[in-house]
């Protein structure tokens, strides 16, 4: 990890990859289903997983799976309502894309009911710049997150700069989680493809740690 004014390497990077790790992580995918319905409330995250662990319990028997947040929705007083291009993204490795396509036209309840419509599956790709709108982790201030980030880059071996942006706390199970944006800039094709499939932090299945191909480094904060 080079070192930047946000973050600082605390541990010694992991060894590179293999070839066929990097073939692995390569292979994992986002099955992103349309996504019909009226509203969502804005701390939707714990009913749509709890939702989504019925219809798929296969999903706690992937630790490293994730539920993107929703894509396509309009803010509205204490919810969200749903426009025409509202979708549902789910990360998984590839043994689950069939098991991950069985959920189109499946009904959630959230309370309001959603439907999920004809899935379209996207392989990961390797882009310089990487964007995770909240990750969550045990640390209650910037400070102690930043360590965490550090160590985490560390852990995973990647050679890149971390840069924090606004706080996004996450609610759940009783206890608030203190949360930032966080973008990985100067990956190399591996280096991205590693940190899209393991991600960073806690609560993946509530849209937390998941990295997604950014355009540019200046929007972190947005």
Same mark, same amino acid.
């Given at each position: ?60 028997? @992937? ?43 499946? @009904? ?5 009911? #959603? ?26 201030? @910037?400070?102690? !997150? ?25 609610? !759940? ?6 949360? !930032? ?11 991205? #493809? ?16 998941? !990295? ?11």
């Amino acid at each position: 990890m080079r070192r930047s004014a946000s973050v600082q390497p605390i541990l010694p990077a992991d060894p590179r990859p293999d070839r066929r790790e990097v073939e692995a992580m390569n292979r994992w995918l986002d099955l992103s289903f349309a996504l019909a319905g009226d509203r969502v409330p804005r701390a939707y995250a714990p009913d749509l997983y709890r939702a989504l662990q019925a219809a798929a319990p296969w999903l706690d028997e @992937e630790p490293l799976a994730g539920v993107h947040p929703l894509r396509g929705l309009t803010p509205c007083a204490h919810e969200y309502l749903l426009g025409g291009r509202a979708r549902l993204t789910l990360r998984v490795p590839p043994a689950r894309r069939t098991a991950g396509e069985r959920l189109q036209g499946c @009904e959630l309840d959230l309370p309001d009911r #959603l439907r999920l419509g004809r899935a379209s599956v996207r392989e990961l790709l390797a882009h310089p710049v990487l964007y995770a709108h909240r990750v969550v982790t045990e640390a209650d201030d @910037e400070q102690a !997150f930043v360590a965490i980030v550090a160590r985490a880059v560390d852990d995973l071996g990647l050679d890149c700069e971390a840069i924090v942006g606004r706080r996004a706390d996450l609610r !759940f199970a009783g206890r608030t989680w203190t949360g !930032f944006s966080l973008m990985l800039h100067g990956l190399s094709a591996e280096d991205s #493809l590693k940190a899209q499939a393991q991600g960073i932090g806690l609560h993946r299945k509530l849209g937390c740690g998941l !990295f997604v191909p950014h355009k540019s480094v200046a929007a972190v904060g947005h």
